[in-house]
């Protein structure tokens, strides 16, 4: 009886860690609302982070959908810089198809923002 039970434990164990390493870790900065619920939707990409003509951060996320329709994102980044952080910007939403993939693209408002956060929930459903 306890062989069995242990058995059971232990395949419950696997099961869980098996779903787990299949939602593949978010990149730096980024974080998700209700994690739970989207990351299972959503795969998160390596954000493209430079400059703009006037100096400002750039950092742009491409995001796929998992789901197995239309999926509604929205998206607000927080910049960090030397001395002081900006506020959170306003949400940008983007819908996105089945197996598709949109990019969610954010500025600063100043030259000297040298890191960002961005995070990322479900819009309406």
């Known amino acids: 009886m306890t062989t069995r039970r242990s058995l059971s434990l232990l395949l419950a164990a696997a099961a869980?860690?098996?779903s787990c390493a299949s939602v593949p870790p978010?990149?730096?900065g980024i974080s998700l609302i209700?994690?739970?619920?989207?990351?299972?939707?959503i795969q998160v990409h390596d954000p493209i982070v430079g400059r703009s003509d006037t100096g400002t951060l750039r950092v742009a996320v491409p995001v796929s959908n998992r789901s197995g329709g239309r999926i509604t994102?929205?998206?607000?980044?927080t910049y960090?810089?030397?001395?002081?952080?900006?506020?959170?910007?306003?949400?940008k939403r983007v819908f996105i198809n089945k197996d598709s993939t949109e990019t969610l693209e954010f500025l600063s408002l100043s030259d000297r923002a040298g890191d960002y956060r961005i995070e990322l929930r479900e819009g309406n459903r």
């Open 16 to 18: 869980l860690l098996a």
């Open 80 to 91: 960090l810089g030397i001395g002081s952080n900006e506020a959170p910007s306003g949400w």
């Open 34 to 41: 209700d994690a739970e619920r989207l990351a299972p939707r």
């Open 73 to 77: 994102i929205e998206g607000r980044a």
């Open 26 to 28: 978010l990149p730096h």
